[in-house]
């Protein structure tokens, strides 16, 4: 209860007299923008909007963080009229009020393109934060950013109250605040008493003409009026029935419990609609007549609008040789510069990292206040506050990405859950994907991050193996209005023969077939398909008939018909797993933890062969570790007891469906294909087995037809 009494006249002052918002149209495209910081005082929030118009019940007020109502703890996007924005968090919501402003210089200055005096694209963003909020460094980032950026049209509102949850803030938090947004370059309001609804209303208005981001500082005190005032108890603990009645009485309130008087509510609902018709009036014919005078200006903010703009992206229009290998970092830079110029509400950055993420958008500029249409941000080092902007710019109707290196996806974990709880359709481009990255050393070499990203509610992690699947990944994210991560390695690699774009939607397929019969199967993601591939071929000249499949996405083919998972992992096959990564999350689809063949230990700085090598993650190692799996030593079992003329090496060449034998000091290797009424036939892996050999006592005919050999056990020569 403590901000509810404290800052009631912050929000009294904006919402009555300076916030311009249509309350019957809450999702109006040029409304001003609000957003609750501190969003433990959703319940003055949900009150203010009440009054105001907005469609909430009383009795959804009476329904305060009970399950499924309109007033949840903390105030969600989505869930409750008039809430812009989800917070809780504290800090997140000072990040996305900055990339709210941004989207909106971003979005008047394409709009100005078409029409310099259209006025379709023009609001303010207000954030009301508290202590608690600028203790966090997020919010440093974020203004900081918003300084250099010049964001004029962004009004933080400091509820000064100088105490939080565990104590006053002289003992956590006592620099002086006008001095940190003097140095910050800020416009900086002081309003000494923050209980004078009419003096912060008078610092709103100047702080719109300001030519410089804002901050209004209001003095106030927490739990005013209860007998817990300025304590940091009143923070969080409800009030008893005798404080309660004592601030009725304060307040002279006669009225009951959620008891509101008629007239209150139309003199405020009147008051608001009779200040924002004009302006809202005058956008909607302005609106209307564009329709004729200029069709393009039209359509882009109709599409903003309805937030349904789709971005067309065809992997079939790429044609890719066989022959190509780079970087991935390089092919994702690429396709990325193929998608920027069909649509202007496609942009995003980097922290510090485009040069190295190669996420720069080529055809365009670098975003500024002097060039408000580049479509490259830089964000400096600022990842925590990156991933705040870009949420709020999504929630601006925006399709934006923002790139780092894997390892430092951390700095970002919590404004990636809140695009996820929101449902943004944010992209997060995360390269050096692994301990690939080597000399970087373990700071640099991500381990777990993917698990950590794979873990995450309504998100999808890509990891596409080559081009292909870069490409497949972007046709998803363009077609799905969804938060995701794309995780891109900086290695050069192939494109591999049966990669496909369009199967990557369903997270996982087939990009190697069993020759003949189905000994295992190698999963493996990214970089990693690529050895995948190379240690099938090795094992098939083993005798080993094993199936790689490349999954992208795990979240995705979580998420398909379970008849599908069947048929391309079918239970009782050795399955395997490669990944350079925690192999923690794998057991889901490998036979045995020992199948799994990732990196649960930090890296180290050397060599990058030398690395993989220490960690295990090498082809040489995999290989070797594979020879020591069940379905290898079943196959050696085979061969000696077939050696020794043992009876039971049929009925465990019929188990194992595999035949390893020697002639002439050479191993030819092979699997049943057929069994027959008393024949069994086997095919042997090597074009240079010799014809007709006898082997052992028992006669065999080796027949050679396009390199296939067939052994017919117990036949007739």
């Given at each position: 209860p403590g901000i509810v009494l404290g800052a009631a006249p912050i929000l009294y002052a904006l919402y009555k007299e300076q916030i311009e918002v249509i309350p019957s149209n809450p999702n109006w495209i040029n409304r001003d923008r609000f957003v609750m910081s501190a969003g433990h005082g959703s319940a003055l929030l949900y009150s203010m909007l009440y009054h105001m118009g907005y469609n909430i019940d009383l009795?959804?007020?009476?329904?305060?963080?009970?399950?499924?109502?309109?007033?949840?703890g903390h105030p969600e996007v989505k869930v409750t009229p008039g809430v812009d924005v989800s917070t809780g968090p504290l800090g997140q919501g000072v990040g996305m009020a900055v990339g709210m402003a941004l989207a909106e210089r971003y979005l008047n200055a394409i709009v100005n393109i078409e029409d310099k005096s259209s006025s379709l694209i023009d609001y303010y963003t207000y954030c009301l934060c508290g202590d608690g909020d600028l203790m966090e460094g997020i919010s440093y980032e974020a203004l900081s950013f918003a300084s250099t950026q010049n964001l004029n049209k962004l009004i933080l509102l400091y509820d000064k109250n100088n105490v939080s949850l565990d104590s006053d803030t002289k003992k956590t938090f006592t620099e002086d605040i006008e001095i940190r947004f003097e140095a910050l370059d800020f416009n900086i309001i002081n309003v000494k008493n923050g209980s004078d609804y009419k003096e912060i209303s008078k610092a709103i208005k100047s702080a719109k003409k300001s030519d410089r981001p804002s901050i209004i500082i209001c003095n106030?005190?927490?739990?005013?009026?209860?007998?817990?005032?300025?304590t940091n108890v009143v923070h969080g603990k409800p009030l008893d029935n005798e404080d309660l009645m004592s601030i009725r009485s304060k307040y002279k309130m006669t009225t009951e419990p959620f008891e509101i008087k008629k007239e209150v509510l139309d003199y405020l609902q009147n008051y608001i609609n009779k200040r924002v018709s004009k302006k809202y009036l005058e956008w909607q014919e302005e609106y209307t007549n564009i329709k004729e005078e200029n069709s393009n200006l039209h359509m882009l903010v109709n599409l903003l609008e309805r937030n349904a703009f789709v971005i067309d992206f065809d992997d079939t229009k790429f044609k890719i040789s066989d022959e190509y290998r780079e970087a991935l970092r390089e092919s994702n830079h690429k396709i990325m510069n193929f998608i920027s110029p069909k649509s202007p509400f496609f942009?995003?950055?980097?922290?510090d990292l485009s040069s190295s993420c190669k996420t720069n958008l080529d055809r365009s500029t670098i975003q500024s206040e002097e060039n408000p249409v580049g479509k490259n941000i830089y964000f400096g080092v600022r990842e925590h506050a990156m991933g705040a902007i870009l949420n709020g710019m999504a929630l601006s109707n925006l399709k934006v990405f923002g790139s780092t290196f894997l390892s430092f996806s951390d700095y970002l974990k919590p404004a990636i859950r809140m695009s996820a709880l929101m449902n943004l359709p944010v992209t997060y481009i995360f390269t050096h994907d692994s301990v690939y990255v080597g000399q970087d050393g373990p700071t640099h070499e991500p381990i777990e991050q993917l698990s950590m990203l794979r873990t995450i509610p309504n998100f999808i992690t890509f990891r596409p193996a080559d081009i292909n699947e870069i490409m497949g990944s972007w046709e998803y994210i363009l077609?799905?209005?969804c938060p995701t991560a794309l995780v891109i390695s900086k290695e050069e690699r192939s494109k591999q023969k049966n990669t496909n774009a369009k199967f990557v939607k369903y997270g996982a397929y087939m990009v190697r077939k069993e020759k003949y019969h189905l000994d295992g199967i190698i999963i493996a993601t990214g970089q990693e398909l690529e050895m995948a591939m190379e240690i099938s071929k090795d094992l098939f000249t083993l005798g080993i008939d094993t199936r790689v499949v490349s999954m992208p996405s795990m979240e995705l083919f979580l998420k398909q018909n379970p008849k599908y998972e069947e048929q391309l992992l079918p239970k009782d096959v050795p399955t395997f797993v490669i990944e350079a990564g925690s192999s923690l999350i794998w057991n889901r689809f490998a036979s045995k933890p020992e199948y799994i063949f990732g990196v649960n230990k930090f890296g180290m700085s050397g060599k990058t062969e030398d690395v993989v090598k220490y960690l295990k993650i090498d082809k040489?190692?995999?290989?070797?570790?594979?020879?020591?799996?069940?379905?290898?030593?079943?196959a050696e079992r085979c061969k000696e007891l077939y050696l020794k003329n043992d009876?039971?090496?049929?009925?465990?060449?019929?188990?194992?469906?595999?035949l390893k034998l020697t002639y002439m000091k050479k191993e030819y290797y092979g699997e049943a294909v057929y069994q027959g009424s008393g024949t069994k036939c086997y095919t042997v892996f090597d074009d240079q087995c010799p014809l007709n050999v006898q082997i052992t006592k028992t006669s065999m005919w080796i027949e050679n037809e396009e390199y296939k050999f067939y052994i017919l056990v117990e036949a007739k020569n």
């Amino acid at each position: 209860p403590g901000i509810v009494l404290g800052a009631a006249p912050i929000l009294y002052a904006l919402y009555k007299e300076q916030i311009e918002v249509i309350p019957s149209n809450p999702n109006w495209i040029n409304r001003d923008r609000f957003v609750m910081s501190a969003g433990h005082g959703s319940a003055l929030l949900y009150s203010m909007l009440y009054h105001m118009g907005y469609n909430i019940d009383l009795e959804e007020l009476k329904q305060f963080r009970e399950i499924s109502s309109l007033t949840p703890g903390h105030p969600e996007v989505k869930v409750t009229p008039g809430v812009d924005v989800s917070t809780g968090p504290l800090g997140q919501g000072v990040g996305m009020a900055v990339g709210m402003a941004l989207a909106e210089r971003y979005l008047n200055a394409i709009v100005n393109i078409e029409d310099k005096s259209s006025s379709l694209i023009d609001y303010y963003t207000y954030c009301l934060c508290g202590d608690g909020d600028l203790m966090e460094g997020i919010s440093y980032e974020a203004l900081s950013f918003a300084s250099t950026q010049n964001l004029n049209k962004l009004i933080l509102l400091y509820d000064k109250n100088n105490v939080s949850l565990d104590s006053d803030t002289k003992k956590t938090f006592t620099e002086d605040i006008e001095i940190r947004f003097e140095a910050l370059d800020f416009n900086i309001i002081n309003v000494k008493n923050g209980s004078d609804y009419k003096e912060i209303s008078k610092a709103i208005k100047s702080a719109k003409k300001s030519d410089r981001p804002s901050i209004i500082i209001c003095n106030t005190v927490i739990g005013k009026d209860s007998k817990l005032e300025g304590t940091n108890v009143v923070h969080g603990k409800p009030l008893d029935n005798e404080d309660l009645m004592s601030i009725r009485s304060k307040y002279k309130m006669t009225t009951e419990p959620f008891e509101i008087k008629k007239e209150v509510l139309d003199y405020l609902q009147n008051y608001i609609n009779k200040r924002v018709s004009k302006k809202y009036l005058e956008w909607q014919e302005e609106y209307t007549n564009i329709k004729e005078e200029n069709s393009n200006l039209h359509m882009l903010v109709n599409l903003l609008e309805r937030n349904a703009f789709v971005i067309d992206f065809d992997d079939t229009k790429f044609k890719i040789s066989d022959e190509y290998r780079e970087a991935l970092r390089e092919s994702n830079h690429k396709i990325m510069n193929f998608i920027s110029p069909k649509s202007p509400f496609f942009l995003g950055g980097s922290a510090d990292l485009s040069s190295s993420c190669k996420t720069n958008l080529d055809r365009s500029t670098i975003q500024s206040e002097e060039n408000p249409v580049g479509k490259n941000i830089y964000f400096g080092v600022r990842e925590h506050a990156m991933g705040a902007i870009l949420n709020g710019m999504a929630l601006s109707n925006l399709k934006v990405f923002g790139s780092t290196f894997l390892s430092f996806s951390d700095y970002l974990k919590p404004a990636i859950r809140m695009s996820a709880l929101m449902n943004l359709p944010v992209t997060y481009i995360f390269t050096h994907d692994s301990v690939y990255v080597g000399q970087d050393g373990p700071t640099h070499e991500p381990i777990e991050q993917l698990s950590m990203l794979r873990t995450i509610p309504n998100f999808i992690t890509f990891r596409p193996a080559d081009i292909n699947e870069i490409m497949g990944s972007w046709e998803y994210i363009l077609k799905n209005n969804c938060p995701t991560a794309l995780v891109i390695s900086k290695e050069e690699r192939s494109k591999q023969k049966n990669t496909n774009a369009k199967f990557v939607k369903y997270g996982a397929y087939m990009v190697r077939k069993e020759k003949y019969h189905l000994d295992g199967i190698i999963i493996a993601t990214g970089q990693e398909l690529e050895m995948a591939m190379e240690i099938s071929k090795d094992l098939f000249t083993l005798g080993i008939d094993t199936r790689v499949v490349s999954m992208p996405s795990m979240e995705l083919f979580l998420k398909q018909n379970p008849k599908y998972e069947e048929q391309l992992l079918p239970k009782d096959v050795p399955t395997f797993v490669i990944e350079a990564g925690s192999s923690l999350i794998w057991n889901r689809f490998a036979s045995k933890p020992e199948y799994i063949f990732g990196v649960n230990k930090f890296g180290m700085s050397g060599k990058t062969e030398d690395v993989v090598k220490y960690l295990k993650i090498d082809k040489n190692t995999e290989i070797e570790l594979l020879n020591f799996s069940d379905m290898v030593m079943e196959a050696e079992r085979c061969k000696e007891l077939y050696l020794k003329n043992d009876s039971n090496a049929w009925s465990t060449f019929d188990k194992a469906l595999k035949l390893k034998l020697t002639y002439m000091k050479k191993e030819y290797y092979g699997e049943a294909v057929y069994q027959g009424s008393g024949t069994k036939c086997y095919t042997v892996f090597d074009d240079q087995c010799p014809l007709n050999v006898q082997i052992t006592k028992t006669s065999m005919w080796i027949e050679n037809e396009e390199y296939k050999f067939y052994i017919l056990v117990e036949a007739k020569n």
